[in-house]
């Protein structure tokens, strides 16, 4: 069972630099979101999809972009990298369906992406 | 706007002690959902429980329970019996019709 999978695992990149965080899920999820979580605090919200074709911003969107082509995959897009942006990403996936008080099921965590920016 | 918030920054308690984690929220939402989550050292997310906001019923897992009382808004999370396994950061996160919102986590520590 892969669950949702993050690639890479580890990342230093130079400021200014551009890359993309990888997360695929297996399970046909149709919630998929991002996270980051900087030393000693919980995760905050930087974007979340709830299908294909469908994002939508959270807490901490800026310098950041997405896409959901399809279902399974949810890519994170750092166009300009900067200081600010050192942190662990976790990628997530949910079943989720309103009015089915049985849905919004856990979300599923990615094992995360260590990314420095230096 | 939701809320989560674990006063408890830093726990440390001896093993075999029992341990209490706070967690209160807000929230307008009628329907909405709570949850709780492990994060040991090695960093991955781990989902303990997930609680509905119409069922009250308290829950035990082996050593771990959750008492989930509305009136306080408040879904605490007790470890009985600790053990160093248990060392790790504790999330509660809250869910409406919105995304997770996640507390700031407890850091557990159980010593031997």
């Known amino acids: 069972n892969a669950g949702v999978t993050q690639t890479p695992k580890f990342r230093i990149l130079k400021i200014g630099q551009s890359m993309t965080l990888q997360c695929a899920q297996d399970?046909?999820?149709?919630?998929m979101y991002w996270y980051r979580q900087d030393p000693g605090m919980g995760l905050k919200l930087i974007y979340y999809s709830v299908g294909a074709g469908i994002t939508d911003k959270g807490e901490v969107p800026n310098g950041y972009n997405v896409s959901r082509s399809t279902t399974e995959d949810f890519p994170l897009r750092l166009e300009l990298a900067a200081p600010s942006q050192t942190s662990v990403y976790f990628c997530a996936s949910s079943y989720f369906q309103n009015r089915d008080r049985n849905s919004n099921q856990p979300q599923h965590f990615g094992d995360g992406t260590r990314l420095s920016i230096l | 706007a939701q809320k989560v918030t674990q006063a408890q920054t830093e726990i440390s308690v001896v093993e075999k002690e029992d341990v209490t984690l706070d967690c209160v929220y807000e929230t307008r939402d009628t329907t909405y959902y709570l949850f709780w989550y492990k994060q040991p050292p090695s960093g991955e997310l781990v989902f303990l429980i997930r609680?509905?906001?119409?069922?009250?019923q308290n829950e035990i897992s082996g050593r771990y329970s959750w008492n989930f009382q509305k009136s306080t808004s408040s879904f605490n999370f007790t470890i009985t019996a600790s053990q160093v396994v248990d060392s790790a950061v504790y999330f509660c996160a809250l869910s409406g019709n919105t995304p997770l919102v996640f507390g700031k986590g407890t850091r557990l520590s159980v010593i031997a």
């Open positions: 399970m046909n999820h149709n919630y």
């Open positions: 609680r509905n906001s119409f069922d009250e």
